[in-house]
């Protein structure tokens, strides 16, 4: 059972357009959601946060927006450039140390 | 930044086989975790530890052994290797007061023939 989704597997989007990766979750008491980036041969590594008291969270290019009432979120990447392609990871936590992680979304940026 | 530190990069071995899969991380962090990543599946977690000789399951635990000797190093046992364990596994760590925050290896990808 996957208390994290992520809805798309993969997406495409042109240089300079705003890539939208959508997440989803079921337990109540996540509250704190990162995102993790990762590229080819690399392990993931941490791109940006929020914590369920907040609905925004705005980081350079990339911005969560949180909907704790519908348990969703999504990260918006403005601007997406092709070094941005690479694997996004949604992930929850608890307020634990404990982080479950969704299956991914492998954003592709053609110039 | 953390500095964690797998090895080796990649290992093929066979059914039955028995393998060792290193982690050191330079950063004194507390917590160690180790994690699978297969597609369709992203990231889960095998075993994690809160210190030199702790040990806690984590949410995939079946075949496999840890065992964290220091502060440093974190060891992930497959004593019986299966095809079903072939996979891209990742050590990560993170300290105490933020504990939620992974700093991950580089990855090792082992083959089970």
């Known amino acids: 059972q996957q208390q994290v989704r992520q809805s798309s597997q993969s997406l495409t989007v042109w240089e300079g357009e705003t890539a939208i990766l959508n997440c989803s979750y079921e337990?109540?008491?996540?509250?704190?959601f990162p995102w993790y980036q990762q590229f080819p041969g690399e392990g993931p590594a941490l791109l940006i946060a929020?914590?369920?008291?907040?609905d925004k969270k705005e980081d350079g290019r990339f911005t969560i927006f949180f909907n704790k009432r519908e348990k969703n979120l999504s990260l918006h990447i403005k601007d997406s450039q092709p070094g941005d392609s690479a694997t996004y990871f949604c992930a929850a936590s608890p307020n634990t140390n404990k982080v479950v992680f969704g299956t991914g979304t492998r954003l592709q940026v053609l110039p | 930044e953390a500095a964690v530190t797998q090895s080796p990069r990649n290992k093929v071995t066979v059914t039955g086989g028995n393998v060792t899969l290193s982690c050191r991380q330079t950063n004194s962090h507390n917590y160690m975790y180790w994690y699978r990543q297969d597609t369709g599946h992203g990231l889960r977690l095998i075993h994690y530890?809160?210190?030199?000789?702790?040990?806690q399951i984590g949410d995939v635990p079946d075949g496999y052994k840890a065992t964290r000797t220091t502060q440093e190093d974190f060891f992930l046992l497959l004593e019986l290797a299966s095809p079903s364990q072939t996979s891209l596994y990742f050590c990560?760590?993170?300290?105490?007061?933020?504990?939620?925050?992974?700093?991950f290896g580089s990855g090792t990808r082992l083959t089970v023939l």
């Open positions: 530890s809160y210190g030199a000789g702790n040990l």
């Open positions: 990560a760590s993170s300290d105490w007061s933020s504990a939620e925050t992974l700093y």
């Open positions: 337990n109540s008491a996540f509250d704190y």
């Open positions: 929020i914590r369920s008291v907040s």
